[in-house]
């Protein structure tokens, strides 16, 4: 039995080698797993389900093939993707769950999450979080014509990039500590796993007076990165771009 964890893949059409590191996972490791959980930042950005790009086509269509092999697909929507709905996870085969789920993984009550809601000391963007999930914003904006939905994006993506040049603060850009404890003790778990801060890794801790872990993903920039887990424990794995 084996379960594999992806998240921050930020697929686009530009840049064609991490779709390339991505498919050949699908094709070679993922029908291997029982499960697979892809926990936000799946693509670079989502303007809504009626996108009809080639691209994200394609995309639905690899994972959708990989689903019926017998691989269940589970989609925890990121920063980058929140407006991806059902209409697409139907067409990927993909289950989408709430912004914070707990599973049973081997035993072991796990929480899974995307990860940008533990950065409250970002309170720029938790800000802008909190408006872009609310059922009003995301109303107004998939009426929006699709080209202005694009245009919207863009900027966004350069906003964002222009926050990163600016080198915000890592305790800023990071996890508050106290909110993982908090999510961690909000559902009587010891085991946390998300992306979004690009930093893989397994952080010990303490909650509900015992020892916890929250294992990190990686993204997928410069190689694949991907969490698999299995009944005798976990590895945090990388795939070389080729």
């Given at each position: ?37 892809i ?20 995309i639905?269509?690899q ?11 589970f ?28 599973i ?13 809601s ?41 906003k ?46 303490d ?14 920039y ?5 969490l ?12 070389s771009?080729?």
């Open positions: 039995m084996l379960t594999y964890f992806i998240a921050d893949l930020h697929l686009t059409q530009e840049r064609e080698d991490i779709t390339d590191c991505f498919l050949s996972f699908l094709r070679n490791e993922a029908p291997k797993a029982e499960k697979l959980y926990l936000g930042d799946f693509f670079e950005f989502w303007v809504g389900d009626d996108d009809d790009d080639e691209f994200v086509l394609n639905a269509r994972l959708k093939t990989l689903s019926e092999k017998g691989t269940e697909l989609f925890i929507v990121g920063n980058r993707d929140f407006l991806l709905g059902k209409k697409y996870a139907n067409k990927a085969g993909m289950t989408l769950l709430p912004d914070i789920q707990v049973d993984l081997y035993g072991k009550k796990t929480v899974i999450m995307h990860g940008d533990l950065c409250t000391n970002d309170l720029e963007y938790m800000k802008f979080r909190k408006k872009s999930r609310s059922w009003w914003w995301q109303t107004i904006v998939r009426c929006l014509p699709l080209s202005t939905r694009k245009k919207m994006a863009r900027n966004y993506r350069a964002v990039a222009l926050r990163a040049e600016n080198h915000k603060p890592q305790e800023i850009m990071d996890v508050t500590p106290t909110e993982v404890v908090k999510t961690l003790e909000e559902f009587d778990s010891q085991l946390m796993i998300h992306g979004h801060t690009h930093r893989p890794n397994v952080h010990q801790l909650a509900n007076g015992k020892a916890a872990k929250r294992i990190v993903l990686g993204d997928w410069e190689q694949g990165s991907y698999k887990v299995t009944e005798d424990g976990f590895e945090l794995l990388n795939s771009f080729k």
